[in-house]
């Protein structure tokens, strides 16, 4: 599976650092609105979603894209290493 991240926008807004698109490549599939996020040295990639507030009020994040954990750590393990390679100035742990 070949990624590429595409329209890297820094924020630097708290821990959120930056958002992009992800491009799968064999796929044909972009997923726009990831975010990337640095916190205490450790680093890692979300899919885009919303906040929410149920009835009872308790708020919670709401993501616009699921799978398998497994899968999903795979994944954003492999995001990580490409976001690695275009911005070589991180020191990305996860």
Do not use: H
């Not at 329209?7 to 044909?28: H, S």
């Not at 996020?37 to 885009?48: D, I, L, R, Y």
């Not at 070589?88 to 996860?94: E, F, L, R």
């Amino acid at each position: 599976m070949t990624l590429t991240i595409k329209d890297w926008k820094p924020i630097d807004k708290d821990i959120l650092k930056a958002v992009f698109t992800l491009r799968i490549n064999e796929w044909r599939l972009e997923v726009k609105g990831m975010a990337f996020f640095e916190q205490n040295g450790k680093s890692w990639v979300a899919f885009p979603g919303e906040k929410f507030a149920d009835n009872e009020g308790k708020k919670g994040y709401r993501y616009w894209v699921t799978m398998d954990k497994p899968l999903r750590d795979k994944l954003f393990e492999s995001i990580l290493l490409e976001i690695s390679k275009i911005c070589p100035q991180k020191n990305i742990m996860w």
